[in-house]
Structures are given as structure tokens and as C-alpha cells.
């Protein structure tokens, strides 16, 4: 699959999972966004992943890594060390910076921009509230935050939509003959 249609995937996917009837089949239709693998290489695309100053590919691989990283350091399965007080800060990422910049202008609309500030920032003070628990020893209670049915793991697919819906308004804004 190119990236661009996984784009689209992820924007229909969740479409179908705000809409689905029960929690169950909601977690059902959105279970592949939990596998970073299932992101296709950008180079696979013949389309740009960076578009208004931001690579939204790496965006989106970078924020589905973060639940891996989390489950590795809650297991003890990884040396790294995570800081809940600057995990929790969404400004200390490549898209939380782009987002500090991100003031009009940009073709975007102002309600998606919002929504995916709101939801990024929710995304840092989920995985840093993952990191306090480990720390405290509550492991099976920071596991149990990244289950597929967890707040974390929807803000993540949340703040994947949001961007696969700017990518595309930004994408349509940038093609050859569009307004200026």
C-alpha cells in the first residue's frame, strides 16, 4: 500500500470507528494503527510527505513509535529513560514545534489546527502520565493505559487522522493550478 492511500485509510478508518455502535467493534476497525509497521516507507510514495514546513510521515511513524517505546521502558525491556516532565511537553517535537508556528496563513482549517493542538497535547500528558505510573511501579497499571481500548491509544489514532486531514487539505492547496 503507498502511502497516500494509507493516508486515506487512516481518515475512513476512524470515520467508520467515531460511527461504529460499540466500543468493541470501534477497537475492532482501528487495531492496525496500534503496529507502526503497518506505515508504509515514504519513499514508496510518489506524492511529497512535507508539505507547509512538515514532514507529516515522520509525524505520524514518530507519535505510532512512542506507544512501543513506552511498553519497552514500562517492561524493562529498554535502558532509555523517560522524563515524564518533558515527554509530557507537546512543544519538545518535531510536530509540536511546527504546530507552535502555525498561526494562518497556512491553508489549514482553523478548526482541524485546534483539534490536533488539543489532541497532541492530550497525546504528551497520556504518555507521560504512562512513564509516572512505571516510575511508581504501577507497571500493569501504565499497561493497562496502552491498551488498544485506552485513552492513549485514542488520542493516538485521533492526532494520525488530524494529520492525514491537514496533509490533504494542505496537499490540495499545493497541487499545480490550485488558488494561490
Not at 512501543?68 to 521502558?73: E, Q
Not at 514500562?74 to 514545534?97: F, K, W
Not at 494562518?104 to 489532541?119: A, D, V
Not at 485514542?154 to 494520525?160: E, L, M, P, Y
Amino acid at each position: 500500500m503507498r502511502w497516500l492511500d494509507w493516508l486515506r485509510k487512516q481518515v475512513t478508518a476512524n470515520d467508520l470507528e467515531r460511527e461504529a455502535p460499540h466500543p468493541a467493534a470501534a477497537t475492532a476497525s482501528s487495531a492496525a494503527e496500534d503496529d507502526p509497521s503497518d506505515l508504509p516507507a515514504a519513499e514508496d510514495s510518489d506524492v511529497p510527505s512535507e508539505l507547509a514546513g512538515l514532514d507529516f510521515y515522520s509525524a505520524i511513524a514518530t507519535h505510532q513509535r512512542w506507544k512501543n517505546r513506552l511498553k519497552d521502558v514500562v517492561r524493562g525491556q529498554s535502558q532509555e529513560a523517560l522524563d515524564p516532565a518533558v515527554v509530557g511537553r507537546s512543544d519538545a517535537c518535531a510536530l509540536g514545534q511546527w504546530l507552535t508556528t502555525q498561526e494562518g496563513g497556512q491553508h489549514i482549517s482553523p478548526e482541524l489546527m485546534t483539534r490536533l493542538k488539543e489532541e497532541h497535547a492530550q497525546f504528551h500528558k497520556l504518555a507521560a502520565e504512562v512513564i509516572r505510573l512505571s516510575d511508581q511501579g504501577l507497571h500493569q497499571q501504565a499497561l493497562d493505559a496502552l491498551r488498544t481500548d485506552a485513552p492513549y491509544n485514542r488520542c493516538s489514532h485521533r492526532v494520525t487522522k488530524l494529520l492525514s486531514q491537514i496533509y490533504f487539505e494542505l496537499s490540495e492547496f499545493h497541487k499545480p493550478g490550485s488558488r494561490p
